[in-house]
């Protein structure tokens, strides 16, 4: 690694070497995990999750080196999520994915399973901090819903995102996204499993609800290569150009956690 914050997915900069700059890595808290479906406690008093999603508050797709990134305008309640394991209404902040090849790309897993992609939709608690940077430092400061991409049919709304993706080839682009309603990318169940976790990025931070869905939604192979082969890890200045793939961190030790479900067996 060159510099302090210089982390990555590669050999020398990927997961395995992050606890160098950033300790809590190795914290009791991290995030993504294996969910073992049988060791879920399915809780009765978990609530239906509620997506007030009907604003499309969307305002531009980015490429930050790591991920692919579409933002929302979250200066109000417009796009909230609520109900499930929180105990107030989180803001939409923005969403990315992860994905790798020959089926693996999910950062969480399914008793072992990989799917080749996961969304995350990353939500802050503006009632209780007031700014996301805060949200993200507290233990209950953000909600993040994942969602995994398994392969199949076309989805429809997922090709408005594919199609943008060129303008966002390189580390460190952004253009205009608006009028996109995530609404499109959600499964028709909205059970879920639920556990105390971080970010599965640097700064790792313990400060995630994670809230993951239990029905994947499926995208085609052709839309999954587009991510694979459009977007760079790399700038456009750098010489060398590297595809951005395989994006996420594998599952991290329990450590004592417990995995609600909201829904039995
Ligand atoms: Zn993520």
Same mark, same amino acid.
């Given at each position: 690694m060159t510099g302090h914050h210089c982390w990555g997915y590669g050999e020398d900069d990927g997961p395995s070497e992050w606890h160098r700059y950033f300790p809590i890595a190795q914290?009791?808290?991290?995030?993504?995990?294996?969910?073992?479906?049988?060791?879920? $406690?399915?809780?009765?008093?978990?609530?239906?999750? !509620?997506?007030?999603?009907d604003h499309c508050t969307s305002i531009n797709i980015?490429?930050? =080196?790591?991920? $692919? &990134?579409?933002?929302?305008? /979250?200066?109000?309640?417009?796009? !909230?999520?609520? =109900?499930?394991p929180l105990n107030d209404s989180y803001r939409l902040k923005q969403f990315h994915?992860?994905? =790798?090849?020959?089926?693996?790309?999910? *950062?969480?897993? $399914?008793?072992?399973?990989?799917y080749p992609c996961e969304l995350h939709l990353v939500h802050w608690n503006a009632r209780a901090y007031p700014t996301f940077e805060e949200a993200a430092a507290a233990s209950d400061g953000l909600a993040v819903i994942g969602i995994f991409l398994d392969t199949g049919g076309q989805h429809?709304?997922?090709?408005?995102?594919? /199609?943008? #993706?060129? &303008? $966002? +080839?390189?580390? =460190?682009t952004k253009?205009?996204?608006?009028?996109?309603?995530? +609404?499109?990318?959600?499964p028709s169940s909205l059970e879920y499993w639920t556990y105390p976790g971080s970010l599965t990025t640097p700064p790792l931070n313990e400060s995630v609800i994670w809230i !993951?869905?239990?029905?994947?939604?499926?995208?085609? *192979? +052709?839309? &999954? /290569?587009?991510?694979?082969?459009? #977007? #760079?890890?790399?700038?456009?200045? *750098? /010489?060398?150009?590297i595809q951005m793939v395989n994006n996420f961190r594998?599952?991290?030790p329990l450590n004592g956690r417990k995995v609600q479900a909201s829904f039995k067996g």
């Open positions: 914290g009791n808290r991290q995030s993504p995990i294996n969910i073992i479906a049988n060791q879920a $406690v399915f809780n009765p008093s978990l609530n239906p999750l !509620v997506l007030s999603y980015s490429n930050n =080196g790591h991920s $692919v &990134m579409v933002e929302f305008d /979250d200066l109000d309640n417009q796009t !909230v999520i609520s =109900g499930g994915f992860h994905w =790798g090849t020959h089926g693996q790309g999910s *950062e969480h897993t $399914v008793d072992g399973k990989s429809p709304g997922l090709s408005r995102l594919t /199609d943008a #993706l060129y &303008m $966002v +080839k390189f580390k =460190g253009a205009q996204f608006d009028n996109f309603n995530p +609404k499109c990318l959600l !993951v869905l239990k029905e994947p939604i499926k995208v085609s *192979e +052709k839309q &999954m /290569d587009r991510f694979r082969k459009t #977007l #760079l890890f790399s700038g456009e200045e *750098e /010489d060398e150009r594998p599952p991290q």
